[in-house]
């Protein structure tokens, strides 16, 4: 196989039809281990089990947290995929068990049902023999496995998931079982980030409160920041943990950049590896149309991949990774969710679509090949887009690059008071626990008494409103803005976030689903529900949105003076509405139609974000003024996502004729990432004129360095030397003592 993986990667090279931009050969890097497991002094039963599964020596890694969890330690461990984290939390566990056996001594808590339903397969592996049992509690457990979880024999391990504590913590029968908890586990902890990390924050809040002996330990993978993150996360002192990289075969590493499409490309490239090599591989897209273009342009050439992606039913999915496992198809097509370490079977290529929204994230993509000791590729592909450009002149830059930082906003207005709420439905707050309440959440609870959701009781108890069941019934953890329903027929096909349903489900939209096309019929406002018909031919086409956006109310949080520009930190309201679409060919996305929509679709948010003011010069015409804040924005935020690791649907720009710019987050609320955008905007500023300058394209710019695909005006109004200018001078200081005046409100139609 080596052999024709050489001359794959020959071809590659000696190919018109698309650019090596850069190849590297990562060695093998091999585990450092500890001491003989002895020396823990365990129990000896645990120590025959382990060598029973072939455990005869810990990693360094291991042994540090397993030393440092039985000496009472909240334990964070950072380690990549493959390096033993699970028996790293797992032996304290059964340690804890066996002494402790007639009662409920850990919490596992994983980030999906299906990493919980996968670790199950290890968790015993290792409990057997010992009498521990191990229980999965989530959505999917029958009633007479809930009814024995609370019996008089409850489980040793309970396994779950954030989602189900957040719904049930109301429950007196699971508070009761949890009271005597010694170790709450989180694995997979780097993912609590943003808004899903905020409702994390409040639900480990309100799992405290019924806890009382009780030591954390969390598993992660290697994130920038992991001391402030998990002390934020828990509001805990942690101890944490650092491992060498593992890597047990040579991995060979390809970035490509395709003289075509990048779908093309990805097929070819997946036939090659996955039928002409018979090398198991995994595509990852990062989004959900762009997961359902690649499948549909497999099928039209008669590639057999299976698709994983969510929004489509848990038993598709599982069959999915059930027929690749059993050699059914070679390949998949998915998302992220095949990025955390869901069993899927031995994997030997991953191709990125393209560049992942974090280097955080590429490590745990390509992590997922090259367990054994047989060589391995990842290959990565680069597109006409300004991150792309940049990481094709820097190449060696981003194969180094640092970890990301995790962020999180734990004191996001809507997730503060959706969980808020939720804390007092679970049990009523005391009036300790109301003086122990933060400034922020205090207001927060005086606007939940004042829309009466909860009330004083006996002066002294702060109780649930009957209004506040019906908002706590409502609540989705893993997003702060409302959902929208998906009914072909009667029968619900997919759930999406209101403010990205206006985006992908107006009228007459092409909305793809598990290999199948719906066309949308009505988006029903009233009920937050989206009517679509099943098409049963396979559209070459697809659509995407044209709209504008607007800020109002912004109010300064914070500021700071940046090359003598005033940048401003602070909350605004974000109003989006789609007037129109595009109908663009799948093949050749150069061909396209613009449609208006009859009846726009709006929504409004209020959300953190970023505001200061170009100096334009007066002497431009308002054309002029138009694409310099307009190219500006774009650039800034293409800059500021390669130095945060954000995701480029998280955060959205607004600009100005006056020169205002506004940069905020994509959630309502705020996630965290543009706080961090601000704290590192000197670089941003410096990055966005690099991107602008290694490009060598005309005047106006070009997908490499001014365009965005998110861009609601078709990337229409842009000046790529006006925008080079205007950055030159602000570096340069040429706008001393001439800045803008700041008043927060900017003049003319915005572009977005």
């Not at 019924?210 to 954390?216: G, N, Y």
């Not at 390509?366 to 792309?388: H, Q, T, V």
Request: hydrophobic fraction near 35%; proline fraction near 4%.
């Amino acid at each position: 196989m080596e052999k024709k993986l050489a001359e794959l990667i020959d071809n590659i090279k000696n190919s018109d039809v698309r650019s090596l931009v850069y190849s590297w050969e990562e060695d093998i890097s091999p585990p450092e281990y500890a001491h003989d497991i002895s020396d823990l002094r365990l129990d000896s039963r645990i120590l025959q089990r382990l060598e029973e599964v072939g455990i005869e020596e810990l990693y360094i890694h291991q042994y540090e947290a397993i030393k440092k969890i039985l000496n009472g330690l909240n334990v964070m461990l950072l380690a990549s995929t493959g390096s033993g984290k699970t028996e790293a939390f797992l032996i304290p566990i059964i340690s804890e068990c066996l002494n402790c056996k007639n009662t409920c001594n850990a919490i596992l808590i994983f980030p999906t049902k299906a990493l919980s339903q996968d670790q199950m397969e290890r968790i015993n592996a290792l409990t057997r023999g010992f009498g521990i049992s191990a229980v999965k509690y989530d959505g999917d457990t029958p009633k007479n496995i809930r009814r024995e979880i609370f019996g008089k024999n409850p489980p040793n391990i309970l396994i779950t998931n954030p989602d189900m504590l957040h719904k049930n913590l109301r429950n007196d029968k699971l508070k009761n079982l949890i009271s005597s908890v010694k170790y709450i586990v989180l694995d997979e902890v780097h993912n609590y980030s943003g808004v899903f990390g905020s409702s994390v924050h409040y639900i480990i809040k309100r799992l405290k409160r019924f806890l009382t002996d009780f030591q954390f330990i969390c598993s992660s993978a290697t994130i920038n920041n992991p001391k402030k993150f998990i002390e934020t996360l828990f509001q805990e002192k942690f101890e944490i943990i650092k491992s060498k990289k593992i890597l047990r075969g040579k991995r060979i590493h390809l970035m490509i950049a395709p003289h075509h499409s990048k779908y093309s490309e990805a097929v070819y490239l997946t036939k090659a590896l996955s039928v002409d090599l018979d090398i198991k591989t995994l595509v990852f897209t990062e989004s959900h149309l762009s997961c359902e273009l690649l499948k549909k342009i497999a099928d039209f050439r008669h590639l057999k991949v299976g698709l994983h992606r969510a929004g489509i039913t848990k038993k598709k999915r599982m069959d999915v990774r059930k027929d690749f496992k059993n050699n059914k198809f070679n390949a998949i097509v998915c998302t992220p969710t095949l990025e955390l370490g869901i069993d899927i079977g031995d994997l030997r290529a991953v191709i990125n679509l393209s560049i992942p929204p974090t280097f955080n994230r590429y490590l745990q993509r390509i992590g997922r090949a090259g367990r054994s000791e047989e060589e391995s590729i990842d290959i990565l592909l680069i597109g006409n887009d300004p991150i792309s450009n940049y990481f094709a002149n820097h190449p060696t830059e981003y194969y180094n690059s640092d970890p990301d930082p995790v962020y999180i906003d734990i004191e996001n207005p809507v997730v503060m008071k959706r969980q808020l709420i939720s804390m007092i439905i679970d049990e009523p707050l005391d009036p300790d626990e109301l003086y122990q309440l933060t400034e922020r959440e205090k207001d927060v609870l005086r606007e939940i008494k004042e829309e009466k959701l909860a009330t004083l009781f006996d002066k002294f108890y702060l109780i649930p409103g009957d209004r506040a069941y019906r908002l706590f019934n409502s609540i989705n953890i893993r997003g702060s803005g409302d959902s929208v329903i998906i009914k072909c027929k009667e029968k619900i096909i997919g759930k999406r976030q209101k403010q990205i349903a206006i985006k992908e489900l107006y009228e007459d939209a092409i909305y793809m689903s598990g290999g199948t096309d719906y066309k949308v019929e009505y988006f029903d406002r009233k009920d937050d529900q989206v009517r679509v018909k099943k098409l049963f031919k396979r559209r070459t086409y697809y659509t995407k949105a044209l709209y504008n956006s607007n800020i109002l109310n912004f109010q300064s949080l914070e500021s700071q003076i940046i090359h003598d520009l005033s940048i401003n930190y602070g909350t605004g309201d974000v109003k989006e509405v789609v007037d129109g679409y595009m109908i663009k060919d799948i093949h050749d996305n150069k061909k396209s139609i613009r449609k208006i929509l009859d009846e726009p679709l709006d929504y409004s948010f209020r959300t953190k974000m970023i505001y200061f003011k170009l100096p334009l010069n007066s002497s431009y015409s308002l054309k002029d003024k138009i694409k310099a804040s307009h190219t500006v924005e774009h650039v800034l935020i293409h800059a500021g996502i390669t130095l945060t690791g954000a995701d480029q649907n998280e955060i959205g720009g607004v600009s100005y004729p006056d020169g205002s710019i506004f940069i905020h987050d994509g959630m309502p609320g705020g996630s965290g990432v543009v706080n961090l955008l601000f704290h590192r905007f000197d670089k941003v500023i410096v990055r966005a004129l690099e991107i602008l300058q290694n490009c060598h394209c005309v005047e106006d710019g070009c997908p490499n360095c001014t365009f965005s695909h998110f861009c609601g005006s078709n990337n229409d109004f842009l000046s790529k030397s006006i925008a080079i200018r205007i950055l030159k001078d602000i570096i340069d200081g040429e706008f001393h003592e001439k800045s803008a005046k700041i008043d927060f409100n900017p003049l003319g139609n915005p572009i977005v």
